[in-house]
């Protein structure tokens, strides 16, 4: 089962509600050029070293926070990693409330101007299939819902949510639909009626194709194993399916990266799965977790990513997960950032013309029995030294949670942040 993850705060901004706090803090030094060393760094390759020129990354980026505040510290992100462009955002809608779910007015907006400012970047957003999505409703009302949403009767908000997109012009944004869907955390789980789950996905995606000018490309992103579910139970079939994606972290405690790689439902069967659908690989999800600071698994993940070339992976980059937000992963962090520090990342594939829309979906069977799954031979981990202390968070920003604020760098010596007040909140 995946991680609880911090839920995504909404937040609105109405003229009669709207409380500036601004703080300004000099950072010490001289401000910060691309790709230039602050204190307490980890070590990054010397510029006097001339290896062989690695490939392209795989396009990359990094969950940073569901709000603008995941956009601020996104440039932030890529000056830390020597310059190397984040070309993936990613966000969460709040599933608590449907209109939430519909996307917001002002919840999206930042996310769509980074998205349209230039047109090799890809905006990832995780679309929960249910209102209350983390509120431990019982199998039978899971069900009962499920069966509700199959008959249609949740269409409207996801075609809203659909025109909305539109209406910001990221038509082709990567719509991540009921993620770990296999588990047992969300109320749009699969396990309760895996039929009636895959019919509801069939309805929401058809619907969503049927708005005009949209070029969605729907992922289908199970958590990591068998968990509650096998997750081939729950796949919804190739013509509603265009990524299959995987959550991947690093647990349960003691189980190493090849056996990651080996279980039923893993990250090889995930592979072989999608090679034989004709479908692109994702990593939506993935990071450190239940065994601390593993500088190997870092390696090897980054390892397999460059193998595999997926069309896009994003680090969970908060404590306990990450490496840049987080100073209790010192080692792995030094990992992550010699790996991707002043790289090329590759183009991402553009997204299909638009579809012609469908009639009402009907169910289709799907195989249970999963593919043979083959290791891939990885190579061996080289040893990390440790780097001379923990990465830090951008000088003068506070590295809390500060969902309720956005934070922005002007020039690199000035941090501005903004509290937005709401007397609804």
Same mark, same amino acid.
């Given at each position: ?103 917001? +007015? ?7 101007? #980074?998205?349209?400012?230039? &047109?090799?970047?890809?905006? @990832?957003?995780? =679309?929960?299939?249910?209102e209350r999505n983390e509120d431990n409703l019982p199998d039978p009302e899971v069900s009962a819902l499920l069966r509700q949403g199959a008959a249609g009767q949740f269409d409207g908000h996801f075609r809203a949510l659909a025109r909305r997109l539109v209406q910001l012009r990221v038509p082709d944004t990567v719509i991540v639909l ?43 992103? +199970? ?7 096998? #997750?081939?139970?729950?796949? &919804?079939?190739?013509?509603? @399916?265009?990524? =299959? ?81 987080c100073s209790a992963n010192p080692r792995s962090s030094q990992v992550y950032r010699s790996a991707l520090y002043g790289r090329l990342t590759d183009q991402p594939s553009p997204a299909p013309a638009p579809e012609t829309p469908t009639s009402t979906p009907t169910p289709t069977s799907t195989p249970t029995t999963a593919p043979t ?53």
């Open positions: 089962m995946a991680p609880q993850r911090r839920r995504p705060r909404p937040w609105r901004l109405t003229m009669a509600a709207v409380a500036f706090t601004v703080s300004v803090a000099l950072a010490t030094g001289s401000g910060f050029a691309a790709g230039a060393s602050r204190a307490g760094d980890p070590p990054v390759p010397s510029a006097t070293v001339s290896p062989p020129a690695p490939k392209a990354l795989p396009p990359f980026g990094a969950f940073l926070d569901s709000g603008p505040m995941g956009i601020a510290r996104m440039a932030e992100l890529s000056r830390w990693l020597g310059g190397t462009e984040l070309k993936v955002a990613h966000t969460y809608l709040p599933g608590d409330r449907w209109r939430d779910i519909e996307g917001e +007015p002002g919840f999206l907006d930042a996310w769509a101007y #980074w998205r349209r400012e230039k &047109p090799d970047r890809t905006l @990832v957003l995780n =679309v929960p299939m249910q009921g993620w770990e869907m296999n588990g047992i955390t969300y109320t749009h789980r699969c396990g309760p009626d895996p039929q009636a789950w895959k019919t509801y996905w069939r309805r929401i995606v058809t619907t969503m194709r049927s708005v005009p000018g949209q070029r969605f490309r729907f992922d289908f992103a +199970p958590s990591r194993g068998r968990d509650a579910v096998p #997750w081939t139970e729950c796949y &919804p079939g190739d013509d509603m @399916v265009d990524i =299959v994606g995987m959550d991947s972290y690093d647990q349960p405690a003691g189980v190493t990266f090849d056996e990651q790689v080996t279980e039923p439902y893993g990250l090889q069967q995930q592979v072989d799965f999608a090679k034989a659908h004709g479908k692109p690989l994702s990593y939506p999800e993935w990071g450190l977790f239940r065994n601390g600071d593993n500088a190997d698994y870092m390696r090897r993940m980054l390892d397999w990513i460059d193998a595999h070339r997926p069309l896009y992976n994003t680090l969970t980059d908060y404590c306990p997960h990450g490496v840049w937000q799954a083959t290791p891939t031979p990885v190579a061996p981990a080289t040893p990390v030294p440790a780097p001379e202390s923990v990465p830090r968070h951008p000088a003068g920003c506070s590295p809390l949670d500060l969902s309720d604020w956005v934070e922005y760098w002007i020039g690199g010596r000035l941090c501005v942040r903004l509290a937005w007040w709401s007397p609804t909140r």
